[in-house]
Structure formats: structure tokens, C-alpha cells
């Protein structure tokens, strides 16, 4: 039997649906058409600006929002200053914790900054993301994004329901993040830069997996 995040005991069947959710969600991959209709469906700033930094970034929707999760782990905000709209790079001061060697030869799990380019597949998300914090006043040591984790899954899946999208309530957050990664890799991107720009150890075995059988597949084996 599973453990919810309050603590309280999970039926085994819905520990079972969780994860079947989840591997739904991180095998999934949005076609062109598919993000197109989720763009026109976006009906304000607010939604175009999640929408167009999760498909351009492909991060983690803790990495750009507040942990509504109870116990959640305490990180650095994503301020307005982590954010070269002139360069079109995003800073992220925090990344998932990835297992590094330790000089004593043992591993630990370390938690480092990157920067990931807002521009990789056209102009548009840096004009989304200047609009809206142009609208919002948002300023150098504020949050770009005053939201929690729950809402921006919760305005992602609202968007694909109105796009009308098939299974749109299995679109989730993560579904734009294996889709950006997909998309680089498609572009000719080197899998090694992918890693790096988007929060996966240099060795990840889930990246791995998840894109062994990518028409670019021979390409990761070797990075």
C-alpha cells in the first residue's frame, strides 16, 4: 500500500493508477498540430506565458512555480532577473537533485544551477514571456511566475481540455517537457546539451529510456 503526500494510507488501486498516469504522461509527446491548438486556446497573458515557457524550456513545473505540496522541498524562486529576454536565456538557480561522485569517492545527491535558451524552436516564447511581464510589472527580485505547482498543471490541463485534444486530461506539465526535449532532438540538437539544458545528470538512465527508441536514438546511446 502506498503513501500519499499527507501521509495517509493509498489503496493499492489507485497507487496502480497513479503510476500508470505517469508513465502515460511521461511517454506522450505533442504533435505540432496538437501545440498549435493548445496556443490558440490559451485565453490570457497568464495561460500563453505557462503554456510558451514549459514548450520552449521544457522544465520542470518546480522549477518554475511555487511547491504547493505539503513538505514539499524549499528552493530558490525564479525571479524576473533570471530571465535574459535580450539573449533569450533562462536561468534557473535550482535543477532536481542529480548524483554526483564526491572527492571521497561516494555519491551525493547535489541540486545545481543551469540555463536553458527560451528560443531553441522559434522567437515566439521570448515575446510571450516580455508581454507578460511587461502586462504584470513584474520587477528584477520577483517571482516571474506568482503561482503554485498545482495551478500551472491545473491551467495546462484546462488548456488541451479546450483545445480538445484526445485524452487531454492526461496532458500534464511533463508532457510538454518530454515533448521540448523530442523537439530538440529533432532539430539536430546533441543529446549532451539537451541533458544539460533541460535538468538531466550527464548519465541519466530515464533520459535514456524514455528516448532510446527516438528516431535520434543511436546518438543518445553514445552521449
Known amino acids: 500500500m502506498g503513501s500519499a503526500p499527507h501521509g495517509r494510507p493509498v489503496p493499492p488501486v489507485l497507487t496502480e493508477l497513479s503510476e500508470d498516469v505517469r508513465k502515460r504522461r511521461r511517454e506522450r509527446e505533442l504533435k ?18 505557462v503554456f510558451d515557457f514549459l514548450r520552449a524550456t521544457g522544465c520542470r513545473e518546480g522549477e518554475m512555480a511555487m511547491n504547493d505540496r505539503k513538505g514539499g522541498r524549499d528552493h530558490p524562486s525564479l525571479l524576473r532577473e533570471h530571465i535574459d529576454l535580450k539573449k533569450g536565456m533562462v536561468h534557473f538557480p535550482w535543477s532536481k537533485g542529480v548524483q554526483k561522485m ?3 569517492g561516494r555519491p551525493k545527491t547535489v541540486s545545481e544551477p543551469r540555463d536553458t535558451p527560451l528560443d531553441t524552436f522559434d522567437q515566439r516564447a521570448v515575446d ?11 520587477r528584477a527580485k520577483e517571482r516571474l511566475f506568482r503561482i503554485t ?10 488548456i488541451a481540455v479546450r483545445a ?11 508532457t510538454l517537457r518530454h515533448t521540448a526535449a523530442s523537439n530538440a532532438l529533432l532539430l539536430g540538437v546533441d543529446p549532451i546539451y539537451v541533458k544539460a539544458a533541460m535538468g538531466w545528470s550527464p548519465k ?20
Open 128 to 138: 510571450t514571456i516580455r508581454n507578460y511581464v511587461n502586462a504584470h510589472n513584474i
Open 102 to 104: 564526491m572527492p571521497n
Open 149 to 158: 505547482t498545482k495551478t500551472v498543471r491545473a491551467i495546462i490541463k484546462r
Open 164 to 174: 480538445g485534444l484526445d485524452e487531454a486530461e492526461d496532458v500534464h506539465p511533463h
Open 204 to 223: 541519466s538512465k530515464m533520459f535514456e529510456t524514455i528516448y532510446a527508441a527516438h528516431p535520434t536514438g543511436d546518438r543518445i546511446q553514445k552521449a
Open 32 to 49: 505540432d498540430d496538437e501545440l498549435r491548438r493548445m496556443w490558440d486556446a490559451c485565453k490570457n497573458d497568464l495561460e500563453r506565458a
